[in-house]
Protein backbone atom coordinates (compact mmCIF):
# COMPACT_ATOMS: atom_id res chain seq x y z
CA UNK A 1 0.00 0.00 0.00
CA UNK A 2 2.53 2.45 1.26
CA UNK A 3 4.72 2.16 -2.47
CA UNK A 4 1.20 2.46 -4.34
CA UNK A 5 0.33 5.93 -2.48
CA UNK A 6 3.78 7.29 -2.71
CA UNK A 7 3.34 6.33 -6.55
CA UNK A 8 0.28 8.37 -6.71
CA UNK A 9 1.60 11.10 -4.92
CA UNK A 10 4.64 10.79 -7.35
CA UNK A 11 2.49 11.79 -10.45
CA UNK A 12 0.21 14.29 -8.65
CA UNK A 13 3.70 16.31 -7.53
CA UNK A 14 4.96 15.82 -11.15
CA UNK A 15 2.21 16.78 -12.81
CA UNK A 16 1.82 19.99 -10.64
CA UNK A 17 5.18 21.78 -11.21
CA UNK A 18 6.01 20.10 -14.87
CA UNK A 19 5.31 22.75 -17.78
CA UNK A 20 2.62 22.18 -20.48
CA UNK A 21 4.37 21.91 -23.92
CA UNK A 22 3.52 23.61 -26.36
CA UNK A 23 1.00 22.14 -28.94
CA UNK A 24 2.50 21.26 -32.47
CA UNK A 25 1.64 23.44 -35.13
CA UNK A 26 2.80 20.45 -37.64
CA UNK A 27 0.30 18.88 -39.82
CA UNK A 28 -0.11 15.77 -39.28
CA UNK A 29 1.58 15.63 -36.07
CA UNK A 30 -0.48 14.08 -32.83
CA UNK A 31 -2.23 17.02 -31.24
CA UNK A 32 -4.48 17.68 -28.38
CA UNK A 33 -4.92 20.29 -25.52
CA UNK A 34 -4.65 19.70 -22.03
CA UNK A 35 -5.18 21.83 -18.92
CA UNK A 36 -3.10 21.39 -15.11
CA UNK A 37 -6.47 19.94 -14.12
CA UNK A 38 -6.38 17.08 -16.77
CA UNK A 39 -2.75 16.56 -16.23
CA UNK A 40 -3.17 16.31 -12.35
CA UNK A 41 -5.93 14.00 -13.12
CA UNK A 42 -3.97 11.67 -15.78
CA UNK A 43 -0.90 11.36 -13.14
CA UNK A 44 -3.86 10.16 -10.73
CA UNK A 45 -5.15 7.32 -12.89
CA UNK A 46 -4.98 4.02 -11.33
CA UNK A 47 -2.85 1.03 -13.46
CA UNK A 48 -5.24 -1.74 -13.81
CA UNK A 49 -2.54 -3.50 -12.94
CA UNK A 50 0.98 -3.47 -12.13
CA UNK A 51 2.12 -4.17 -15.75
CA UNK A 52 0.06 -1.88 -17.74
CA UNK A 53 2.11 1.49 -18.67
CA UNK A 54 -0.01 3.06 -20.61
CA UNK A 55 -4.00 2.97 -22.25
CA UNK A 56 -3.88 5.28 -25.39
CA UNK A 57 -0.62 5.49 -26.90
CA UNK A 58 -0.38 7.67 -31.17
CA UNK A 59 2.69 8.51 -32.97
CA UNK A 60 3.89 9.00 -36.35
CA UNK A 61 6.53 6.44 -35.91
CA UNK A 62 9.98 6.78 -36.72
CA UNK A 63 11.59 9.41 -39.34
CA UNK A 64 13.90 7.24 -41.47
CA UNK A 65 17.21 8.48 -42.91
CA UNK A 66 16.75 10.33 -46.00
CA UNK A 67 17.46 8.48 -49.44
CA UNK A 68 21.54 8.18 -50.99
CA UNK A 69 22.42 11.26 -52.71
CA UNK A 70 25.20 10.10 -56.00
CA UNK A 71 28.32 12.11 -55.01
CA UNK A 72 28.88 15.15 -57.82
CA UNK A 73 30.82 14.29 -61.24
CA UNK A 74 33.99 15.84 -60.10
CA UNK A 75 34.73 13.54 -57.15
CA UNK A 76 36.11 10.48 -58.21
CA UNK A 77 37.54 7.29 -56.67
CA UNK A 78 40.41 5.95 -57.79
CA UNK A 79 41.76 2.02 -58.05
CA UNK A 80 45.31 1.08 -59.00
CA UNK A 81 45.87 5.14 -59.74
CA UNK A 82 43.37 4.73 -61.73
CA UNK A 83 39.58 6.58 -61.83
CA UNK A 84 37.02 4.31 -61.41
CA UNK A 85 33.33 4.56 -61.63
CA UNK A 86 31.09 2.96 -59.16
CA UNK A 87 27.56 2.01 -58.74
CA UNK A 88 25.45 3.69 -56.34
CA UNK A 89 25.17 0.82 -53.82
CA UNK A 90 29.07 0.83 -53.98
CA UNK A 91 29.49 4.36 -53.91
CA UNK A 92 27.31 4.29 -50.84
CA UNK A 93 29.46 2.18 -49.05
CA UNK A 94 32.80 3.48 -50.20
CA UNK A 95 31.50 7.04 -48.35
CA UNK A 96 31.26 5.61 -45.45
CA UNK A 97 34.66 4.63 -45.05
CA UNK A 98 35.76 8.16 -46.63
CA UNK A 99 33.92 9.75 -43.90
CA UNK A 100 36.77 7.84 -41.66
CA UNK A 101 40.07 8.56 -43.41
CA UNK A 102 41.18 10.83 -40.45
CA UNK A 103 39.78 8.47 -37.35
CA UNK A 104 42.13 6.03 -36.24
CA UNK A 105 39.93 3.07 -37.25
CA UNK A 106 40.73 3.08 -40.69
CA UNK A 107 44.29 2.02 -39.50
CA UNK A 108 42.94 -1.39 -37.92
CA UNK A 109 43.32 -4.58 -39.59
CA UNK A 110 40.14 -5.92 -38.52
CA UNK A 111 38.25 -2.34 -39.50
CA UNK A 112 39.45 -2.84 -42.98
CA UNK A 113 39.11 -6.65 -43.51
CA UNK A 114 35.51 -6.35 -42.34
CA UNK A 115 34.66 -3.24 -44.28
CA UNK A 116 36.73 -4.31 -47.39
CA UNK A 117 34.52 -7.74 -47.53
CA UNK A 118 31.06 -5.96 -46.70
CA UNK A 119 31.89 -3.43 -49.43
CA UNK A 120 32.24 -6.44 -51.99
CA UNK A 121 29.15 -7.90 -51.32
CA UNK A 122 27.65 -4.61 -52.71
CA UNK A 123 29.64 -4.27 -56.14
CA UNK A 124 29.07 -5.22 -59.45
CA UNK A 125 30.51 -8.50 -60.70
CA UNK A 126 32.50 -6.65 -62.70
CA UNK A 127 33.57 -4.02 -59.97
CA UNK A 128 34.87 -7.12 -58.31
CA UNK A 129 36.88 -8.06 -60.93
CA UNK A 130 38.76 -4.80 -60.96
CA UNK A 131 39.00 -4.05 -56.97
CA UNK A 132 40.66 -6.67 -55.71
CA UNK A 133 42.65 -5.11 -52.84
CA UNK A 134 41.80 -1.97 -50.33
CA UNK A 135 45.01 -1.04 -49.96
CA UNK A 136 44.99 -0.04 -53.70
CA UNK A 137 41.87 2.05 -53.16
CA UNK A 138 42.18 5.65 -52.99
CA UNK A 139 39.26 7.51 -51.50
CA UNK A 140 41.37 11.10 -51.23
CA UNK A 141 39.02 12.95 -53.28
CA UNK A 142 35.23 11.48 -51.67
CA UNK A 143 37.22 12.34 -47.58
CA UNK A 144 38.27 15.99 -48.90
CA UNK A 145 34.36 16.57 -50.53
CA UNK A 146 32.85 15.92 -47.04
CA UNK A 147 35.65 17.82 -45.35
CA UNK A 148 34.35 20.62 -47.53
CA UNK A 149 30.70 19.91 -47.45
CA UNK A 150 30.66 20.57 -43.35
CA UNK A 151 33.13 23.54 -43.39
CA UNK A 152 30.81 24.78 -45.84
CA UNK A 153 27.83 24.01 -43.46
CA UNK A 154 29.83 25.23 -40.69
CA UNK A 155 30.10 28.81 -42.55
CA UNK A 156 26.45 29.42 -43.52
CA UNK A 157 25.46 32.96 -43.28
CA UNK A 158 23.46 33.61 -39.94
CA UNK A 159 20.21 33.22 -41.83
CA UNK A 160 20.76 29.65 -43.59
CA UNK A 161 21.40 28.06 -40.07
CA UNK A 162 18.19 30.11 -39.38
CA UNK A 163 16.42 28.02 -41.94
CA UNK A 164 18.10 24.45 -41.21
CA UNK A 165 17.05 25.17 -37.26
CA UNK A 166 13.92 26.18 -38.52
CA UNK A 167 13.49 22.97 -40.66
CA UNK A 168 14.51 20.93 -37.76
CA UNK A 169 12.07 22.27 -35.20
CA UNK A 170 9.37 21.26 -37.88
CA UNK A 171 10.59 17.77 -37.78
CA UNK A 172 10.55 17.48 -34.31
CA UNK A 173 7.44 18.88 -33.76
CA UNK A 174 5.86 16.86 -36.19
CA UNK A 175 7.79 13.32 -35.45
CA UNK A 176 9.37 14.20 -31.91
CA UNK A 177 5.85 13.70 -29.86
CA UNK A 178 3.30 10.93 -29.04
CA UNK A 179 -0.38 11.15 -27.05
CA UNK A 180 0.11 9.36 -23.91
CA UNK A 181 -3.19 8.46 -22.44
CA UNK A 182 -4.37 11.60 -23.63
CA UNK A 183 -0.96 13.48 -22.82
CA UNK A 184 1.25 15.12 -25.26
CA UNK A 185 4.70 13.82 -24.12
CA UNK A 186 7.86 13.95 -25.76
CA UNK A 187 10.06 11.42 -28.03
CA UNK A 188 13.42 10.69 -27.40
CA UNK A 189 15.41 9.67 -30.65
CA UNK A 190 12.64 10.05 -33.14
CA UNK A 191 14.88 9.05 -35.82
CA UNK A 192 16.29 5.40 -37.07
CA UNK A 193 20.12 5.35 -37.03
CA UNK A 194 21.57 6.47 -40.76
CA UNK A 195 23.92 3.34 -42.53
CA UNK A 196 27.61 3.51 -41.77
CA UNK A 197 30.10 1.74 -40.52
CA UNK A 198 29.93 -0.25 -37.08
CA UNK A 199 32.55 1.03 -34.76
CA UNK A 200 32.11 -0.69 -31.63
CA UNK A 201 34.14 -0.40 -28.41
CA UNK A 202 37.72 -1.10 -27.77
CA UNK A 203 38.50 -4.14 -30.45
CA UNK A 204 35.37 -5.42 -31.19
CA UNK A 205 35.48 -7.99 -33.92
CA UNK A 206 33.04 -6.79 -35.70
CA UNK A 207 34.49 -3.39 -36.41
CA UNK A 208 34.13 -2.00 -39.89
CA UNK A 209 31.12 -3.96 -40.89
CA UNK A 210 28.66 -1.93 -42.86
CA UNK A 211 25.30 -0.68 -40.54
CA UNK A 212 22.57 -1.27 -43.30
CA UNK A 213 19.95 1.28 -44.17
CA UNK A 214 16.99 0.73 -41.67
CA UNK A 215 13.52 0.54 -43.84
CA UNK A 216 9.90 0.55 -42.38
CA UNK A 217 9.94 -3.28 -43.37
CA UNK A 218 12.02 -3.72 -40.85
CA UNK A 219 10.00 -1.98 -37.69
CA UNK A 220 7.46 -2.94 -35.36
CA UNK A 221 4.86 -0.21 -34.52
CA UNK A 222 3.48 -0.24 -31.00
CA UNK A 223 0.41 2.03 -30.46
CA UNK A 224 -2.86 1.52 -28.98
CA UNK A 225 -5.70 -0.08 -30.85
CA UNK A 226 -7.99 2.88 -30.59
CA UNK A 227 -5.65 5.42 -32.45
CA UNK A 228 -4.67 6.11 -35.66
CA UNK A 229 -2.21 3.85 -36.73
CA UNK A 230 1.03 5.98 -38.60
CA UNK A 231 1.77 5.54 -42.05
CA UNK A 232 4.88 4.56 -43.45
CA UNK A 233 6.22 6.22 -46.57
CA UNK A 234 5.07 5.59 -50.02
CA UNK A 235 5.49 2.37 -51.68
CA UNK A 236 6.59 0.59 -48.23
CA UNK A 237 5.02 -1.50 -45.14
CA UNK A 238 5.17 -1.64 -41.59
CA UNK A 239 6.85 -5.31 -40.32
CA UNK A 240 4.45 -5.03 -37.75
CA UNK A 241 2.08 -3.29 -36.19
CA UNK A 242 0.87 -4.00 -32.40
CA UNK A 243 -0.79 -2.92 -29.16
CA UNK A 244 1.53 -3.99 -26.32
CA UNK A 245 0.92 -2.06 -23.13
CA UNK A 246 2.96 -3.64 -21.02
CA UNK A 247 6.26 -1.99 -22.83
CA UNK A 248 6.71 1.70 -22.94
CA UNK A 249 8.90 1.44 -26.75
CA UNK A 250 6.88 2.92 -29.25
CA UNK A 251 8.91 1.76 -32.56
CA UNK A 252 11.46 -0.93 -32.80
CA UNK A 253 14.10 -3.33 -34.89
CA UNK A 254 16.50 -5.40 -34.86
CA UNK A 255 20.29 -4.29 -36.50
CA UNK A 256 21.83 -6.07 -38.56
CA UNK A 257 25.62 -6.43 -36.86
CA UNK A 258 24.93 -7.65 -33.59
CA UNK A 259 20.81 -8.54 -34.47
CA UNK A 260 20.31 -6.49 -30.84
CA UNK A 261 17.01 -4.93 -30.71
CA UNK A 262 16.96 -1.30 -30.90
CA UNK A 263 13.95 0.72 -29.51
CA UNK A 264 12.09 4.35 -30.00
CA UNK A 265 11.21 5.20 -26.38
CA UNK A 266 10.04 7.92 -24.27
CA UNK A 267 12.10 11.21 -23.48
CA UNK A 268 13.68 10.77 -20.05
CA UNK A 269 11.58 13.81 -19.08
CA UNK A 270 8.44 12.01 -19.68
CA UNK A 271 6.42 10.33 -16.77
CA UNK A 272 6.78 7.03 -17.28
CA UNK A 273 10.47 7.74 -17.32
CA UNK A 274 9.98 9.80 -14.07
CA UNK A 275 8.56 7.05 -12.50
CA UNK A 276 10.61 4.71 -13.59
CA UNK A 277 13.57 6.78 -12.64
CA UNK A 278 12.15 7.18 -9.11
CA UNK A 279 11.10 3.27 -8.32
CA UNK A 280 14.87 2.63 -9.48
CA UNK A 281 16.38 4.87 -6.68
CA UNK A 282 13.75 3.82 -3.67
CA UNK A 283 15.03 0.01 -4.89
CA UNK A 284 18.63 1.00 -4.02
CA UNK A 285 17.31 2.89 -0.88
CA UNK A 286 15.21 -0.30 0.30
CA UNK A 287 18.75 -2.09 0.28
CA UNK A 288 20.02 0.44 2.97
CA UNK A 289 17.70 -1.07 5.34
CA UNK A 290 19.06 -4.65 4.93
CA UNK A 291 22.83 -4.38 3.82
CA UNK A 292 24.03 -5.29 6.98
CA UNK A 293 22.05 -8.29 7.49
CA UNK A 294 23.68 -9.25 3.61
CA UNK A 295 26.86 -8.59 4.58
CA UNK A 296 26.65 -10.27 7.37
CA UNK A 297 25.48 -13.77 4.85
CA UNK A 298 28.02 -13.46 2.61
CA UNK A 299 30.70 -13.01 5.47
CA UNK A 300 29.51 -16.18 6.94
CA UNK A 301 29.43 -18.28 3.65
CA UNK A 302 32.92 -17.76 2.93
CA UNK A 303 33.36 -20.47 5.25
CA UNK A 304 30.77 -22.99 3.33
CA UNK A 305 31.47 -26.27 3.00
CA UNK A 306 29.44 -25.77 -0.51
CA UNK A 307 31.84 -24.40 -3.14
CA UNK A 308 29.09 -22.71 -5.45
CA UNK A 309 28.08 -20.51 -2.05
CA UNK A 310 31.60 -19.79 -1.43
CA UNK A 311 31.73 -18.57 -4.86
CA UNK A 312 29.04 -16.89 -4.86
CA UNK A 313 29.63 -14.68 -1.39
CA UNK A 314 33.05 -13.47 -2.70
CA UNK A 315 31.92 -12.49 -6.01
CA UNK A 316 28.96 -10.42 -3.75
CA UNK A 317 31.98 -9.15 -1.63
CA UNK A 318 33.68 -8.06 -4.98
CA UNK A 319 30.50 -6.22 -6.15
CA UNK A 320 29.51 -4.37 -3.02
CA UNK A 321 33.22 -3.61 -2.44
CA UNK A 322 34.18 -2.56 -5.79
CA UNK A 323 31.14 -2.09 -7.37
CA UNK A 324 31.81 -4.18 -9.90
CA UNK A 325 29.22 -5.33 -12.73
CA UNK A 326 28.21 -8.48 -12.67
CA UNK A 327 28.68 -9.21 -16.66
CA UNK A 328 27.11 -11.44 -19.06
CA UNK A 329 28.01 -14.44 -21.20
CA UNK A 330 28.86 -13.54 -24.70
CA UNK A 331 29.16 -16.20 -28.02
CA UNK A 332 33.17 -16.17 -28.85
CA UNK A 333 33.87 -13.53 -31.89
CA UNK A 334 30.48 -11.76 -31.97
CA UNK A 335 31.56 -9.20 -29.23
CA UNK A 336 34.76 -7.19 -27.84
CA UNK A 337 36.55 -9.76 -24.93
CA UNK A 338 34.82 -8.29 -22.00
CA UNK A 339 33.95 -9.23 -18.33
CA UNK A 340 32.47 -8.63 -15.29
CA UNK A 341 32.99 -10.05 -11.97
CA UNK A 342 31.27 -13.62 -12.35
CA UNK A 343 33.08 -14.27 -15.78
CA UNK A 344 36.53 -13.04 -14.40
CA UNK A 345 38.88 -16.03 -16.05
CA UNK A 346 42.21 -16.68 -13.91
CA UNK A 347 44.56 -14.29 -15.69
CA UNK A 348 42.09 -11.00 -14.80
CA UNK A 349 43.43 -11.77 -11.13
CA UNK A 350 46.93 -11.38 -9.31
CA UNK A 351 47.35 -12.13 -5.42
CA UNK A 352 49.59 -10.31 -3.47
CA UNK A 353 50.05 -12.14 -0.03
CA UNK A 354 50.29 -10.14 3.37
CA UNK A 355 54.07 -8.00 3.98
CA UNK A 356 55.13 -6.61 7.17
CA UNK A 357 51.42 -6.35 8.73
CA UNK A 358 49.87 -5.60 5.72
CA UNK A 359 46.95 -6.56 4.07
CA UNK A 360 46.42 -8.60 1.72
CA UNK A 361 45.80 -7.07 -1.53
CA UNK A 362 44.45 -8.53 -4.72
CA UNK A 363 45.41 -7.16 -8.49
CA UNK A 364 42.59 -6.93 -11.42
CA UNK A 365 43.42 -6.12 -14.87
CA UNK A 366 40.76 -6.80 -17.53
CA UNK A 367 38.63 -5.19 -19.63
CA UNK A 368 35.14 -3.67 -18.72
CA UNK A 369 32.23 -2.90 -20.36
CA UNK A 370 32.56 -0.33 -23.31
CA UNK A 371 36.21 -1.98 -23.46
CA UNK A 372 37.36 -0.07 -20.55
CA UNK A 373 40.17 -1.28 -18.89
CA UNK A 374 39.71 -1.91 -15.21
CA UNK A 375 43.20 -1.95 -13.42
CA UNK A 376 42.94 -1.73 -9.75
CA UNK A 377 44.62 -2.85 -6.57
CA UNK A 378 42.77 -3.68 -3.82
CA UNK A 379 43.40 -4.87 0.08
CA UNK A 380 40.73 -7.70 1.18
CA UNK A 381 39.98 -9.19 3.74
CA UNK A 382 42.07 -12.54 4.57
CA UNK A 383 39.09 -15.01 3.72
CA UNK A 384 38.61 -13.48 0.43
CA UNK A 385 41.68 -14.27 -0.53
CA UNK A 386 42.37 -17.52 0.82
CA UNK A 387 39.04 -18.25 -1.01
CA UNK A 388 40.82 -16.61 -4.32
CA UNK A 389 43.52 -18.99 -4.01
CA UNK A 390 41.42 -21.85 -3.51
CA UNK A 391 39.38 -21.20 -6.56
CA UNK A 392 42.24 -20.36 -8.80
CA UNK A 393 43.97 -23.94 -7.98
CA UNK A 394 44.89 -26.62 -10.91
CA UNK A 395 43.04 -23.85 -13.35
CA UNK A 396 44.84 -22.74 -16.28
CA UNK A 397 44.90 -18.60 -17.09
CA UNK A 398 42.05 -18.63 -19.60
CA UNK A 399 39.46 -21.05 -16.75
CA UNK A 400 36.58 -19.15 -15.43
CA UNK A 401 37.44 -17.40 -11.56
CA UNK A 402 34.19 -18.40 -10.32
CA UNK A 403 33.50 -21.75 -12.31
CA UNK A 404 30.19 -22.68 -10.27
CA UNK A 405 28.76 -19.36 -10.72
CA UNK A 406 26.59 -17.67 -13.28
CA UNK A 407 25.04 -14.24 -14.00
CA UNK A 408 21.71 -15.38 -13.59
CA UNK A 409 21.86 -17.57 -10.19
CA UNK A 410 23.53 -14.87 -8.65
CA UNK A 411 20.90 -12.46 -9.34
CA UNK A 412 18.34 -15.21 -8.36
CA UNK A 413 19.89 -15.38 -5.24
CA UNK A 414 19.53 -11.49 -4.99
CA UNK A 415 16.28 -11.66 -5.58
CA UNK A 416 15.64 -14.05 -2.82
CA UNK A 417 17.59 -11.26 -0.32
CA UNK A 418 15.12 -8.35 -1.50
CA UNK A 419 12.97 -8.16 -4.17
CA UNK A 420 13.55 -5.99 -6.63
CA UNK A 421 17.56 -6.22 -5.59
CA UNK A 422 20.30 -6.85 -8.68
CA UNK A 423 24.16 -6.65 -9.30
CA UNK A 424 23.45 -3.14 -10.58
CA UNK A 425 21.25 -1.81 -7.24
CA UNK A 426 24.10 -2.69 -5.11
CA UNK A 427 26.19 -0.49 -7.88
CA UNK A 428 23.52 2.24 -7.20
CA UNK A 429 23.34 2.23 -3.76
CA UNK A 430 27.44 2.06 -3.31
CA UNK A 431 27.62 5.19 -5.86
CA UNK A 432 24.75 7.38 -3.88
CA UNK A 433 25.97 6.72 -0.32
CA UNK A 434 29.66 7.38 -1.56
CA UNK A 435 28.52 10.62 -2.98
CA UNK A 436 26.50 11.91 0.11
CA UNK A 437 29.35 10.80 2.23
CA UNK A 438 32.30 12.36 -0.13
CA UNK A 439 29.76 15.78 -0.03
CA UNK A 440 29.37 16.17 3.52
CA UNK A 441 33.42 15.69 4.20
CA UNK A 442 33.98 18.03 1.57
CA UNK A 443 31.74 21.31 1.61
CA UNK A 444 32.22 24.25 3.48
CA UNK A 445 28.80 26.44 4.24
CA UNK A 446 31.68 29.63 3.42
CA UNK A 447 33.06 28.71 0.75
CA UNK A 448 32.45 30.20 -2.70
CA UNK A 449 29.94 29.16 -4.99
CA UNK A 450 33.41 27.89 -7.27
CA UNK A 451 34.68 26.46 -4.43
CA UNK A 452 31.19 24.31 -3.33
CA UNK A 453 31.30 23.56 -7.11
CA UNK A 454 34.81 21.81 -6.90
CA UNK A 455 33.79 20.30 -3.75
CA UNK A 456 30.79 18.40 -5.92
CA UNK A 457 32.57 17.29 -9.05
CA UNK A 458 35.54 16.24 -6.36
CA UNK A 459 32.88 13.88 -4.62
CA UNK A 460 31.06 13.41 -8.32
CA UNK A 461 34.89 12.25 -9.16
CA UNK A 462 35.27 9.10 -6.59
CA UNK A 463 31.92 7.97 -7.53
CA UNK A 464 33.73 7.82 -11.53
CA UNK A 465 36.76 6.32 -9.63
CA UNK A 466 34.91 3.65 -7.71
CA UNK A 467 32.21 2.76 -11.00
CA UNK A 468 35.40 2.79 -13.07
CA UNK A 469 33.75 5.73 -15.36
CA UNK A 470 37.01 6.59 -17.15
CA UNK A 471 37.39 8.51 -20.46
CA UNK A 472 40.35 9.17 -22.53
CA UNK A 473 41.86 12.50 -22.74
CA UNK A 474 40.20 15.31 -24.65
CA UNK A 475 42.12 16.13 -28.02
CA UNK A 476 41.23 19.83 -26.83
CA UNK A 477 42.61 20.00 -23.10
CA UNK A 478 45.46 21.06 -23.84
CA UNK A 479 44.46 24.45 -25.84
CA UNK A 480 41.62 24.68 -23.73
CA UNK A 481 43.92 24.37 -20.48
CA UNK A 482 46.25 26.75 -22.21
CA UNK A 483 43.22 29.55 -22.83
CA UNK A 484 42.34 28.86 -19.22
CA UNK A 485 45.99 29.65 -18.09
CA UNK A 486 46.56 32.34 -20.36
CA UNK A 487 43.05 33.95 -18.98
CA UNK A 488 44.35 33.47 -15.48
CA UNK A 489 47.46 34.96 -16.10
CA UNK A 490 45.83 38.13 -17.40
CA UNK A 491 43.86 38.13 -14.43
CA UNK A 492 46.31 37.90 -12.39
CA UNK A 493 47.58 41.24 -13.55
CA UNK A 494 44.59 42.63 -13.49
CA UNK A 495 44.61 42.02 -10.07
CA UNK A 496 48.06 43.42 -9.43
CA UNK A 497 46.97 46.44 -11.00
CA UNK A 498 43.57 46.93 -9.10
CA UNK A 499 45.94 46.30 -5.94
CA UNK A 500 47.79 49.43 -6.86
CA UNK A 501 45.00 51.66 -7.74
CA UNK A 502 43.55 50.53 -4.90
CA UNK A 503 46.98 51.48 -2.47
CA UNK A 504 46.67 54.81 -4.58
CA UNK A 505 42.83 55.75 -3.67
CA UNK A 506 43.61 55.13 0.13
CA UNK A 507 46.60 57.26 -0.01
CA UNK A 508 44.36 60.11 -1.70
CA UNK A 509 41.39 59.57 0.61
CA UNK A 510 43.82 59.98 3.20
CA UNK A 511 44.88 63.26 2.33
CA UNK A 512 41.75 64.84 1.07
CA UNK A 513 39.49 62.76 2.80
CA UNK A 514 36.94 64.13 0.88
CA UNK A 515 33.06 62.01 -0.28
CA UNK A 516 34.45 62.15 -3.53
CA UNK A 517 37.72 60.65 -2.72
CA UNK A 518 35.47 58.67 -0.30
CA UNK A 519 33.91 57.11 -3.19
CA UNK A 520 36.40 56.53 -5.59
CA UNK A 521 37.86 54.14 -2.56
CA UNK A 522 34.92 52.57 -2.77
CA UNK A 523 34.69 51.89 -6.13
CA UNK A 524 38.77 50.48 -5.93
CA UNK A 525 37.37 47.96 -3.22
CA UNK A 526 34.27 46.44 -5.30
CA UNK A 527 36.79 46.31 -8.54
CA UNK A 528 39.81 44.28 -6.26
CA UNK A 529 36.65 42.23 -4.84
CA UNK A 530 35.12 41.35 -7.63
CA UNK A 531 38.38 40.56 -10.03
CA UNK A 532 39.46 37.98 -6.84
CA UNK A 533 35.93 35.94 -7.40
CA UNK A 534 36.61 35.74 -10.89
CA UNK A 535 40.21 34.55 -10.16
CA UNK A 536 39.18 32.09 -7.86
CA UNK A 537 36.39 30.91 -10.20
CA UNK A 538 39.10 30.66 -13.20
CA UNK A 539 41.36 28.82 -10.74
CA UNK A 540 38.47 26.52 -9.33
CA UNK A 541 37.61 25.78 -13.12
CA UNK A 542 41.64 25.32 -13.77
CA UNK A 543 42.07 22.34 -10.97
CA UNK A 544 38.86 20.82 -11.99
CA UNK A 545 39.48 20.27 -15.69
CA UNK A 546 43.08 19.11 -14.72
CA UNK A 547 41.57 16.67 -12.14
CA UNK A 548 38.48 15.42 -14.31
CA UNK A 549 40.54 14.98 -17.67
CA UNK A 550 40.56 11.14 -17.90
CA UNK A 551 37.29 10.73 -15.60
CA UNK A 552 33.71 10.54 -16.93
CA UNK A 553 31.83 12.14 -14.45
CA UNK A 554 28.49 12.24 -16.51
CA UNK A 555 28.05 8.39 -16.34
CA UNK A 556 27.22 8.16 -12.63
CA UNK A 557 25.50 11.59 -12.85
CA UNK A 558 22.94 10.55 -14.34
CA UNK A 559 22.74 7.05 -14.66
CA UNK A 560 23.50 5.78 -10.51
CA UNK A 561 23.08 9.09 -8.52
CA UNK A 562 20.22 9.56 -6.42
CA UNK A 563 19.18 13.11 -7.87
CA UNK A 564 17.40 14.22 -5.13
CA UNK A 565 20.92 14.08 -3.00
CA UNK A 566 22.67 16.67 -5.76
CA UNK A 567 19.26 18.76 -5.25
CA UNK A 568 19.27 18.86 -1.56
CA UNK A 569 23.19 19.61 -1.67
CA UNK A 570 22.33 22.38 -3.69
CA UNK A 571 19.32 23.74 -1.71
CA UNK A 572 21.09 23.36 1.42
CA UNK A 573 24.37 25.51 0.47
CA UNK A 574 22.17 27.97 -1.49
CA UNK A 575 24.08 26.38 -4.84
CA UNK A 576 21.62 27.33 -7.87
CA UNK A 577 20.80 24.08 -9.34
CA UNK A 578 21.74 24.45 -13.15
CA UNK A 579 25.16 25.00 -12.23
CA UNK A 580 25.16 21.19 -11.42
CA UNK A 581 22.30 20.15 -14.13
CA UNK A 582 21.96 21.63 -17.34
CA UNK A 583 18.27 22.03 -18.72
CA UNK A 584 18.09 18.72 -20.25
CA UNK A 585 18.88 16.99 -17.31
CA UNK A 586 16.96 18.89 -15.27
CA UNK A 587 13.79 17.87 -17.39
CA UNK A 588 14.82 14.41 -16.80
CA UNK A 589 15.15 15.23 -13.28
CA UNK A 590 11.95 16.65 -12.70
CA UNK A 591 10.26 14.26 -10.56
CA UNK A 592 13.52 15.65 -7.98
CA UNK A 593 13.75 18.51 -8.49
CA UNK A 594 9.72 18.91 -6.66
CA UNK A 595 10.54 15.86 -4.22
CA UNK A 596 13.47 16.54 -2.80
CA UNK A 597 14.13 19.26 -0.13
CA UNK A 598 17.16 20.06 1.82
CA UNK A 599 17.24 17.90 4.60
CA UNK A 600 16.81 14.96 2.23
CA UNK A 601 19.40 11.76 2.83
CA UNK A 602 19.40 8.80 0.65
Not at 213 to 223: F, H, T
Not at 423 to 430: D, I, L, S
Amino acid sequence: MRVVWAGRWLRTAYALFRDTPQRSASRGAPRQRRTQKDCRAGWEEEKSTDRVKWRQLEHRGPYFSPAYEPLPDGVRFFYDGKPVKLSVAAEEVATFYAKMLDREYTTKEVFQNNFFSDWQKEMTAEERKVIKHLDKCDFTEMHRYFVDKAAARKALPREEKQKLKEAAEKLRQEFGYCILDGHREKIGNFKTEPPGLFQGRGDHPKMGMVKRRILPEDVVINCSRDSKIPEPPVGHQWKEVRSDNTVMWLASWKENIQSSVKYITLNPSSKLKGEKDWQKYEIARRLKGVVDEIRSQYRADWKSREMKRRQRAVALYLIDKLALRAGNEKEEGEAADTVGCCSLRVEHIRLHPAADGQEHVVEFDFLGKDSIRYCNRVPVEKPVYKNLQLFMENKDLGDDLFDRLTTASLNKHLQDLMDGLTAKVFRTYNASVTLQEQLQVLTCAEDSIAAKILSYNRANRAVAILCNHQRATPKTFEKSMQNLQTKIKVKKEQLAEARVELKRAKADHETRGDGKSRSLLEKKRRVLEKLQDQLARLSAQATDKEENKQVALGTSKLNYLDPRISIAWCKRFRVPVEKIYNKTQREKFTWALNMAGEDFEF
